[in-house]
């Protein structure tokens, strides 16, 4: 059994009946959050989707992170292949109830995994010149787009502060990190979600240096200051299922 599910009484609806296809194990990484105007974010995300607020507000995260593990189920691991860092720029929605995440852009420094997120998930992956260094305690990342809207860096460091914890449910740390989907549009034009199951996020709290961020740069947006809210997680195993349309 997928690590992933030995703990499921806490998602807020059941797992899928079908199969899942891919696992993947995210580690050392940081969740970066500002707050940011709905209506900046309303023609960024298509119509079919809320933008959802937490006391009157939206908020915009940026996560950098390494991947491990990632594989389509039931292969092994491939050396090269299953394991780089990724880049996330990513909003909260909502579609027929279930709150999920919409990727604006998502770096990641190995081509094949570009491409197969690409193709697999209609996801707005990009390949980019990415490095993990420092230390247990404190991790050093820098990304660089080599694509267009090529030269789009993110460089900071970032390192946790405290013991690991579960968010209580109906805080905001709760609000904007335990979400179990990801919704993405088809070339075609339609609108797909795919289920994702893990643990409750093991959170500390973080410290964080970001020294350029240029992410939000082709989306015509922009954030004031030092992110609102930095959150630290080590370890956590991942299991997705495969896009599937959201009902019209």
């Known amino acids: 059994m997928h690590p992933a599910f030995e703990h499921v009484d806490h998602r807020p609806w059941a797992l899928p009946e079908r199969g899942w296809s891919w696992r993947q194990t995210w580690c050392d990484l940081l969740f970066a959050h500002w707050p940011i105007p709905a209506a900046a974010l309303r023609p960024l995300v298509p119509a079919e989707l809320t933008i959802q607020e937490f006391d009157g507000r939206a908020w915009i995260g940026v996560v950098p992170f390494r991947m491990q593990g990632v594989m389509r189920r039931p292969f092994p691991d491939l050396p090269g292949v299953s394991a780089f860092p990724e880049l996330n720029l990513r909003l909260y929605v909502e579609a027929e109830g279930k709150p999920g995440v919409w990727f604006l852009s998502l770096d990641a420094a190995n081509r094949l995994a570009v491409w197969a997120a690409r193709r697999f998930f209609h996801l707005p992956y990009f390949h980019s010149a990415m490095s993990l260094a420092g230390t247990p305690q404190r991790v050093d990342y820098r990304s660089l787009r080599r694509v267009e809207p ?70 015509g947006l922009s954030v004031e200051g030092a992110p609102a809210l930095l959150h630290f997680s080590r370890h956590l195993d991942v299991a997705i299922w495969p896009l599937e349309p959201v009902a019209a």
């Open 150 to 219: 090529a030269g789009l860096a993110f460089v900071g460091s970032y390192s946790p502060t405290g013991p690991a914890y579960q968010a209580t449910r109906g805080s905001l740390e709760h609000w904007l990190t335990e979400r179990y989907c990801l919704y993405a549009r088809s070339p075609r034009g339609e609108l797909l979600r795919a289920e994702v199951h893990h643990h409750p996020w093991p959170l500390q709290p973080a410290e964080a240096e970001i020294e350029r961020n240029e992410l939000l740069d082709p989306h």
